[in-house]
């Protein structure tokens, strides 16, 4: 049918589709009934745009959209909407540019399960405003790859994704992680990961410095990075072996550990952070080494804060995503967190987690984020991104701040900001419409409308319903 249709056009002489539309694969069914918005030029009119530069929000402006990039922005009025657009009020709504998000997995745990959540995951990333991830350690790393074709060719809803082979550590890795022993595993692992389609390493708490190094060295030969969820390696360590970005902040960093042995995690160190001074000279050693050497970090406070007793707020939205079982093993390992003798992290080593962040990015680091949908399983894929915008700001951060670490820092951390990360001429259209003012009232960041990938626009709440009650299963 559609052969005969485009033959048909050409004999009547009519242009077919315009060159940029032809250059994206036609979007699959399974993509299309989420779409609302699919026109060759949108303009988005009498919109607050948050640039994510970290420039004030900007009133009544109006954002034209050509060709799934972003053509021009500025005061509604002053820039010319071609003929033919499709127009959009957005009075009283927001835009953002999309999130970046750096730990976001598209497998998902409980303390009972760990999931690979190929339909649910990227359907919840999207629209809670994250269109593009990193994946940082695969469970199922061929699950990731097929998916990130699913989604490359518009058949898949779900964010651009850059995706990291299995969890690299040490012999004590269990589960799905890949044990390496040698520097000779090392490079072996790395260089068949980089030739599968990984761009990005993911280290785990027990590999060793021989190891960690063999293995950056061979990534950066095959263009990869690397970042790592440490223990045995502490941040100045693995700094001076050469990685690109570190995970979580202070709750994994070994550096103030006097009784830390070399290439071994040592027990229970998260529990005397609770007397580190964050403005102690040791802590700004390890922000002048990961400055120096351009090393990101990446916040992941809303897998933290499931540990502490009495957060985060229930949101019956969460509940409804999970399915029975899991809403179930939830709620009772958020309930056992409050009771004597269980694992928990006190509220005030959560706090200096904080501190030491929001002073990392004061210093002149590069703080990224991501929600980490692991831990007791309460910080969902998308939803628990949004909950970092929250505790971001409760860190410190102002409200557009806190906008510029989720999404132009993401970018940056890829070394992808020039295609994405802002609201800018030039750019993809990756663009958050928002109903309501999450600058002045942060918990409106929930209230997303309409996603826009690469100019696509995608119903939030559509993409939400079609996924209830199936997190933890699918
Ligand atoms: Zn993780």
Redesign the pocket.
């Known amino acids: 049918m559609r052969t005969y249709f485009a033959a048909a056009m050409v004999a009547l002489g009519l242009p077919l589709l315009g060159l940029a539309a032809q250059s994206r694969p036609e979007l699959g069914s399974r993509t299309k009934r989420f779409v609302t918005v699919e026109a060759p030029v949108v303009a988005l009119l009498h919109v607050r745009v948050v640039d994510g530069t970290g420039t004030a929000p900007m009133e009544d402006q109006t954002i034209v959209i050509a060709n799934g990039k972003i053509g021009a922005v500025g005061r509604t009025g002053t820039v010319t909407v071609p003929a033919g657009a499709k127009a959009i009020d957005l009075t009283g709504h927001t835009i953002l540019p999309g999130f970046v998000g750096l730990?976001d997995?598209t497998f998902y745990t409980t303390s009972n399960r760990a999931a690979q959540l190929d339909n649910s995951a990227p359907v919840l990333y999207l629209a809670s405003g994250v269109t593009t991830i990193r994946t940082?350690?695969s469970f199922s790393p061929y699950a990731e790859i097929n998916l990130k074709r699913a989604i490359d060719n518009w058949r898949y809803p779900g964010p651009r994704m850059y995706i990291t082979g299995p969890y690299l550590t040490g012999e004590t890795g269990m589960g799905e992680m890949q044990q390496l022993l040698t520097p000779e595993d090392a490079r072996r692992v790395v260089a068949y990961w980089a030739s599968e389609g990984a761009t990005w390493i993911k280290f785990y708490t027990t590999v060793s410095r021989a190891v960690m190094g063999a293995a950056i060295d061979e990534a950066h030969k095959h263009g990869l990075k690397v970042t790592g969820?440490l223990c045995s390696v502490s941040f100045r360590e693995a700094v001076g072996l050469g990685i690109d970005n570190l995970?979580h902040g202070l709750i994994t960093n070994t550096d103030y550990d006097a009784a830390k042995t070399p290439d071994l995690c040592p027990l229970g160190f998260e529990a005397k952070l609770a007397n580190l001074d964050i403005n102690s000279e040791g802590v700004k050693s390890t922000y002048r080494a990961m400055i120096d050497k351009k090393v990101a970090m990446t916040s992941?406070l809303a897998v933290f804060e499931l540990f502490v007793p009495n957060r985060p707020p229930l949101e019956q939205r969460v509940l409804d995503a999970m399915s029975p079982e899991v809403r179930t093993e939830y709620l009772t390992s958020r309930a056992r967190l409050s009771q004597p003798g269980a694992f928990a992290i006190p509220e005030v080593v959560f706090k200096k987690a904080l501190e030491f962040e929001y002073n990392f990015a004061k210093a002149g680091g590069l703080l990224a984020a991501g929600v980490?949908p692991?831990g007791n399983g309460g910080a969902l894929p998308g939803f628990g991104d949004q909950r970092n915008y929250e505790l971001l700001i409760e860190a410190g951060f102002t409200p557009v701040e806190a906008i510029q670490v989720m999404s132009a820092n993401g970018a940056k951390v890829l070394g992808t900001y020039d295609r994405y990360g802002s609201v800018s001429v030039g750019k993809f259209a990756d663009l958050i419409v928002i109903r309501g003012n999450p600058i002045a009232t942060p918990a409106d960041i929930r209230n997303v409308v309409t996603v826009f990938k690469e100019g696509i626009g995608f119903d939030s709440p559509m993409l939400i319903e079609s996924v209830k009650g199936v997190v933890g299963v699918r």
């Open positions: 730990h997995h940082t350690g969820h995970e992941t980490d692991t």
